[in-house]
């Protein structure tokens, strides 16, 4: 398989798994995908400004590592949030595990292997360690990100609206509703 094709593999094929998770589940770990992206972009901006990291083959047009972060990051993460968000010290410890398969894995044996990326001024253990705690600021970005949201009692009158809400979207109690119609 050439560079250029498992680069866009990275890019397109990790979206198709989205198919098999709920819709609403995809809609409420979306914004916290995003800024996975965000971080990890930040990081790879600093890292190639300090000498950390060097891209050897980029996904032609795009620049860095747009295939890793626009793909694999993203669809992790929102993967990793429906599976474990709520148990941080959980999520932590597997984001510690999949940063090291990520690292020594992705990053050294394929991408290293075929000359497309390496790591020149920084250890893969220290990469391990600023991806980790990129991810804890991710899971904090989460947890803030959940306050937007009201939760419903299952009831009758709740039954077809979905679990969560924004905020402004809140009914009106019943006594204010009636105040509104007159």
């Known amino acids: 398989m050439n560079n250029q094709l498992l680069m866009w ?29 965000l971080t990890s972009v930040s990081v ?7 000498g950390w990291f060097i891209y050897e083959q980029t996904t032609y047009p795009l620049r860095t590592s747009s295939y890793l972060i626009f793909g694999l ?17 959980k999520y932590i410890i597997i984001d510690l595990v999949l940063n090291f398969g990520f690292v020594y894995l992705i990053h050294i044996y394929i991408l ?12 893969p253990f220290m990469n391990v360690l600023i991806t980790t705690a990129a991810g804890a600021l991710v899971y904090a970005y989460q947890m803030w990100q959940e306050g937007i949201f009201v939760h419903y009692e299952n009831t009758e009158r709740t ?19 009636e105040d509104h119609e007159h």
């Open 9 to 37: 593999s990275l890019l397109f094929l990790p979206w198709l798994t989205l198919f098999f998770m709920n819709k609403e589940e995809i809609k409420r770990f979306m914004p916290v995908a995003l800024f996975s992206a």
């Open 159 to 177: 039954k077809n609206l979905q679990i969560l809400h924004p905020e402004v979207a809140k009914p009106l109690d019943h006594e204010k509703q």
């Open 44 to 50: 790879v901006e600093m890292g190639e400004s300090l």
């Open 73 to 89: 990051n993203c669809v992790t993460t929102i993967w990793l949030f429906h599976f474990i968000y709520g148990n941080f010290r």
């Open 112 to 123: 290293g292997s075929r000359g497309i990326f390496h790591e020149a001024g920084i250890t």
